[in-house]
């Protein structure tokens, strides 16, 4: 996909002489807007995506009761079942649910990010050096991407944080670290392909350097699927780390991080339903909108998916 520079607005001579120099990509996002718009599962992703964006932005305005994520003691209210005053009920220390699953929010979807980032950062530069490199380099690269991918990811990282010690700054680093192959898999694939083009080709044979080559022809044509895994590693990277802050390597308390929360609630099952109930439903609707909204990326980034 190509860049679209600013839009001039200073006369309506120029903003036409802009349309039409790029009449084929505004073709070519019209389409692209066509095809998200015609999927409701992709236009349901869309909305569960900015709904959370916007409390993880917002969320300690939009809070009922700030205080109630930072430690607040309200014995006189607490295991409180869901009301006017307390709509997804009170924790064991009195404090209002709603507010600290808001406020997760932005908890949780920096974890993933910063998860999902990392792995980028370490997978696609080693993927496009092994792709393109081919060799012993490719070799070395991906027989150590193999040892990583032999192990199954939640077991690595819950060995990594055993030994680092629990806490969420742990539990970011053992993902990060178990994260990166599946990104060193893919845009290796991918660069095999693309390096066997006609105009990677012609680069090489004009004298092009194989950094220039890297950075202005094969990485450009790794960006979809890029974007595609990478939203839908989102989800699974929130629901990795709910998982170990449920069995207490993760945040931990008053930190209003969901999976902790969930592990907490867990002792006071069945009676007081409401405090595990909200904390998994938020990260059961934070999964699902990511990999709803994933699916519409790759059935408009990928021509192969759009036979529907």
Known sequence: MSGIDTIPTDTPAAADGWRERHAGTLRQWRMYAHLFRRSFSSMLGLA??????????????????????????????????????????????????LSR??????????????????????????????????????????????????????????????????????????????????????????????????????ARAVGATTPYILWRHILPNCVSPLIVKASMDMGMAILSAASLGFIGLGAKA???????????????????WWYALFPGLAIYLTVLGFNLFGDGLRDILDPKSRSR
């Open 48 to 97: 569960l995506v900015l709904l959370f964006l916007l409390l993880s932005a917002f969320g300690p305005s939009l809070a009922p009761y700030p205080e109630d994520t930072q430690g607040a003691v309200h014995l006189e209210q607490k295991l409180q079942a869901p009301s006017m005053a307390h709509p997804f009920g009170t924790d064991e220390m009195g404090n209002d649910v």
């Open 101 to 202: 699953v808001i406020v997760g929010t932005r908890v949780s979807l920096w974890i993933g990010l910063i998860i999902t980032g990392v792995a980028i950062v370490i997978g696609v530069p080693l993927g496009i050096v092994a792709g393109y490199m081919g060799g012993r380099t490719r070799e070395v690269i991906m027989r150590i991407t193999d040892v990583f991918l032999s192990v199954p990811g939640l077991a690595l990282a819950l060995a990594i944080v055993a030994s680092l010690g629990p806490g969420i700054t742990n539990c970011v680093i053992a993902l990060s670290l178990v994260w990166w192959p599946g990104y060193v898999r893919l845009i290796e694939s991918k660069t095999l392909a693309v390096k066997e083009e006609l105009f990677v080709e012609a």
């Open 254 to 272: 008053p930190a209003p991080e969901w999976g902790s929360m969930i592990s907490i609630a867990r002792s006071y099952m069945p009676d007081w």
